[in-house]
């Protein structure tokens, strides 16, 4: 069977202070023309991308989530055994600039080790940029690296590269061969929005590639075909394309189950399967998704009607979450999600301390058994980093109740929790015009006396609660269901101020019948990644507590409603260090 990986495509820069552009951007959108940036959406300091940190700072550093010792960063593939996480990285600053391809190696997605730039700016057609892509192994076994290139026209183009050494396990060597680039922009694409290309799938004797772009504010994925994987020729209509959604970055194609947790290769295509595509929005600074139907025959996807084909769309992580992409693990037969994170500080905060990104920790990704969206998990693997176990069972919240979790280190921990209340009979009317998440969060956020909620955990809690970041359910009765609210409420997480502290939200699609919500939540010092009712709704939090930092740091229980609730089991676990980048 043959094996195509993917390489994920990692974005770039840190959040400004201003709402819209506050969220994160990526080198991808960036092209100059003549000295001046030429539709490019985030902010650029070129004052600071060469500015070496005069000492790292580690109070905020994450402790088991992928990051080089220092400086900037914004995928994956497994390769014989081992996995390769090529990101895009700043080697000289804290900021967006100077980027190479940089190579890290491990054998459980956990522990990493560093390995020199896989790709970095040297040939005609890269000399302004090696951007994002992916990867596929062709069926001789040979791993090919897509990606984007910006020449010295400024034009966006798709290039390739090979190991130099086939026999070295760790691929350290990668050749831009002088045929590049594969694939440019025809004049009907606009060539500054014209990149990130997917990993490629074999279907009626050809290989196919999707690219991003836009045509005015329709969102494009344009489809290329090849038989000999060098020659690519634009299909006369693009794979899918959505009005009003603007450029799309980091686009994702690949197939799921129908019915089971297994992945599948790239290239699968039949009456078993459906199919996912996933954009990145550069308007919005997010990512949907969509699940539907390939036709090989016309090479066209066609979305269900059971979710909303635009920015109201299903997405991967309702928080800070951008830029991802999946990739078929073929040693353990499953489909792994990973996606990036960047500061909600300053760039200049990232400069002061030297490191700025992370890498989410991977997930593993399926179709839930309604069809109607996926689902996601941590890998198994981060498990070998628990310490000792702290449980709680059968704790009754009362309104207006908090309990302390003891014997857990706080700032860096994995919490499972499950809920449980003896009736709905509580839960607060739900009204039609609620149709955004994440406003209804920042309406009703976990300070706010409810009826069936708001409860859930504090996580990196002041002892007094001045600083807290809560995620919580609150559950509303609508006619004929109940709604169920998921949120992750930054606003009280720091006492610093020119913070990015938003109210991210999701709606769950949950089964109350038993009257139960289940939530896990990994925390890492300025990172709080959250799994509400076994990952159907996720939400990622980037936090700079003053106060609740390190040993400081507490979690609580807490409930806010007037409906008691039932905290049936709590497993806590302090978190372990992997080995991160050393030097192999």
């Known amino acids: ?81 081992i996995y390769h996480l090529f990101y895009q990285y700043n080697p000289k600053g804290a900021v967006w600039g100077n980027i190479v ?95 990130d290309p997917t990993t490629a799938w074999y279907r009626n004797q050809h290989w196919h590639i999707v690219v991003g772009s ?128 960047n500061e909600s500080d300053t760039a200049e905060s990232d400069v002061k301390k030297g490191w700025a990104g992370i890498q ?9 058994k309604s069809g109607k969206q996926l689902v996601q998990w941590p890998v198994q693997e981060i498990e070998t980093l628990r310490g000792e176990i702290v449980r709680m069972s059968n704790i009754n919240l009362i309104s207006q109740q908090t309990i302390q979790v003891n014997g857990v280190t706080a700032a860096q921990a994995d919490v499972e929790v499950v809920f449980s209340f003896s009736s709905l009979d509580a839960a607060e009317p739900f009204d039609d015009s609620w149709v955004n998440a994440e406003d209804l969060c920042g309406l009703k956020g976990a300070d706010v006396p409810g009826g069936l909620g708001p409860f859930g955990i504090l996580t990196l809690a002041s002892d007094m609660l001045e600083e807290s970041t809560p995620v919580f359910f609150r559950i509303f009765k609508a006619e004929n269901k109940h709604v169920v609210l998921m949120c992750s409420d930054a606003k009280r997480s720091s006492l610093q101020d020119g913070l990015y502290k938003p109210s991210f939200a999701g709606f769950v699609d949950a089964d109350l019948t038993d009257n139960k919500l289940s939530l896990r939540s990994l925390i890492d010092h300025s990172v709080v990644e959250s799994f509400g009712e076994g990952g159907k709704t996720c939400i990622t939090s ?31 676990w302090s978190m372990n260090r992997p080995v991160m980048n050393a030097l192999l």
């Not at 043959?2 to 959108?29: E, Q, R």
């Open 101 to 195: 391809w940089a190579h890290s190696v491990s054998t459980d997605l956990v522990n990493w080790l560093s390995l020199p730039p896989a790709i970095y700016p040297s040939k005609p057609f890269d000399v302004n940029g090696c951007w994002s892509g992916s990867a596929t192994v062709r069926p001789d076994g040979r791993p090919v690296i897509l990606y984007t290139g910006l020449d010295p026209n400024n034009t966006q183009v798709q290039n390739y590269a090979v190991p130099a050494n086939l026999s070295d396990p760790y691929l350290r060597e990668w050749i831009k061969p002088d045929d590049n680039p594969l694939v440019v922009p025809s004049p009907d694409i606009n060539a500054s929005q014209f990149r």
């Open 214 to 341: 836009r045509r005015e504010l329709r969102g494009m994925a344009y489809l290329y075909r090849s038989r000999d994987f060098l020659h690519w020729q634009k299909a006369k209509h693009p794979l899918h394309s959505s009005p009003n959604t603007g450029m799309w970055e980091c686009p994702d194609f690949y197939p799921v189950p129908r019915h089971g947790m297994n992945g599948l290769d790239t290239s699968v295509s039949n009456d078993k399967v459906k199919h996912v595509l996933k954009v990145s929005l550069d308007l919005t600074r997010y990512e949907y998704y969509t699940i539907g139907t390939y036709d090989p025959s016309k090479d066209k996807y066609n979305p269900d009607n059971t979710s909303d084909d635009g920015w109201a769309g299903l997405r991967y992580d309702y928080g800070n979450f951008y830029a991802s992409k999946t990739f078929y693990d073929a040693g353990k037969r499953r489909r792994i999600l990973w996606g990036w994170a």
């Open 360 to 368: 989410l920790i991977p997930r593993t990704i399926w179709l839930d």
């Open 1 to 81: 069977m043959d094996h195509y990986f993917c390489c994920s495509c990692l974005s770039l820069g840190s959040y400004p202070n201003m709402v819209l552009a506050a969220l994160v951007t990526t080198a991808l959108c960036l092209a100059f023309h003549g000295g001046r940036v030429v539709e490019a959406s985030h902010d650029i300091h070129p004052e600071l991308q060469s500015l070496e940190a005069e000492e790292v700072l580690h109070v905020h550093r994450t402790g088991y989530h992928f990051q080089p010792p220092k400086h900037w960063i914004n995928g994956p593939m497994y390769y014989n055994g």
């Open 542 to 572: 980037r936090v700079y507590p003053t106060l609740a930092i390190q040993e400081k740091a507490r979690l609580f229980l807490f409930n806010n409603g007037t409906g008691p609730v039932v905290v049936e089991n709590l497993d806590a």
